[in-house]
């Protein structure tokens, strides 16, 4: 049965924090929830936790109404930013604890001892059982508090930025080890984040939340290819999609005063009229001449990060577009250059912000 949110809101000093969140997800199911303002997205996970009551709306999990239900009748699991463990319980007994809780079906001696090494061994702590949680490291202590949540088997297991406060070395590790550990679990997950390269590598659905507001809810795939807006479009790209105001007349596209390029055959039929154009930093070449339908633009900062360049131009007009290469670029900053995009990549949106057209390639 699946997990229902009906018109959900919640408002804090007369400001709408959630403002009606509609949303359905399947039993089993992850979810990324990927949001820029992580108070809306932590206040989502609450109330579905019950730590936080809505003013408005009702959630429905297996039929019944739980809206109005404390915690500790909710069978949730949650996992922090902050590594939360019992400080004075060994790693052991912070997984076992969930299998001790009263109300909950006795586990023999031999079955706790069973299901801790199980998810010990899961989550690399086979050698550490017998410490406390400030005698290990953090990315170790938000092991434990993954395999403790894991023990609780629940119906919903929610995840606030949990890989947020370790480096980004032991965060990439744990992260591809979390996807393929979620996805054998039992649980729906609701795995909240900022960064939508995470929410894109977990694979599952991704719920897109801003404003408040559910933007779009579909396969993580089909969020990235296919943006059903130009907001979403903006989260979902990192670095963020080039936006440029554009105007379709007869069979060209014209960027500002001067720039003007044939239509690409994916926007043929488009009506006539004023448009924005989208394209990733990463399908726009740059070269030193002018070479087909090109624009020119100054170089005016680069950045490295010792995998991609990141360059940033600006036409004379003042548009300013960002392009994303592999490798080095060895480029003068202050000098003009040519961008090439890969026009058959271009998305087209209304003015408005609703998706008119996807590139071609796109399911």
């Not at 990927?34 to 959630?59: D, F, I, K």
């Not at 370790?166 to 795995?191: A, H, N, P």
Request: glycine content about 8%.
């Amino acid at each position: 049965m699946a997990l229902v949110i009906e018109n959900i809101a919640v408002r804090d000093e007369g400001k709408d924090i959630l403002a009606g969140i509609n949303l359905k997800m399947e039993e089993g199911t992850l979810h990324g929830l990927l949001s820029t303002a992580s108070r809306e997205r932590t206040t989502l996970l609450r109330v579905l936790a019950g730590l936080v009551r809505p003013c408005g709306g009702r959630l429905l999990q297996k039929g019944v109404n739980i809206t109005g239900l404390s915690p500790r009748k909710r069978n949730v699991a949650v996992v922090y930013q902050e590594f939360i463990n019992y400080p004075n319980l060994t790693v052991f007994e912070n997984i076992a604890s969930p299998l001790r809780r009263k109300g909950r079906k006795a586990f023999t001696k031999d079955a706790i001892c069973q299901k801790v090494e199980e998810l010990a061994k899961l989550f690399g702590l086979q050698d550490f059982l017998n410490r406390l949680p400030t005698e290990l490291s953090g990315g170790q202590q938000q092991r434990c508090a993954f395999a403790r949540a894991l023990a609780k088997d629940a119906d919903l297991l929610l995840l606030d930025d949990p890989l947020v406060n370790l480096d980004y070395k032991l965060r990439e590790q744990l992260r591809e080890e979390l996807k393929d550990i979620l996805k054998k679990g039992s649980s729906t997950v609701v795995y909240a984040t900022a960064d939508p390269r995470e929410a894109l590598s977990l694979g599952g659905d991704t719920i897109v939340l801003q404003d408040g507001l559910i933007l779009q809810h579909d396969k993580a795939r089909s969020v990235f290819e296919r943006p059903s807006n130009i907001k979403t479009a903006q989260m979902m790209s990192e670095p963020p999609m080039n936006f440029v105001r554009c105007r379709l007349q007869d069979s060209q596209i014209v960027l500002g005063e001067k720039a003007s390029f044939p239509v690409p055959a994916h926007l043929k039929g488009i009506p006539l009229g004023e448009y924005f154009l989208g394209i990733r930093p990463s399908n726009i070449e740059v070269l030193t001449k002018k070479d087909g339908h090109c624009l020119e633009a100054a170089l005016i900062d680069q950045e490295f990060d010792g995998l991609e360049t990141f360059s940033f131009f600006k036409k004379e007009d003042g548009l300013e577009v960002q392009v994303q290469r592999r490798g080095i670029e060895n480029l003068v900053q202050g000098e003009f250059y040519f961008l090439r995009p890969n026009w058959v990549e271009t998305y087209v949106f209304e003015l408005g912000g609703p998706l008119l057209k996807a590139p071609c390639g796109v399911s």
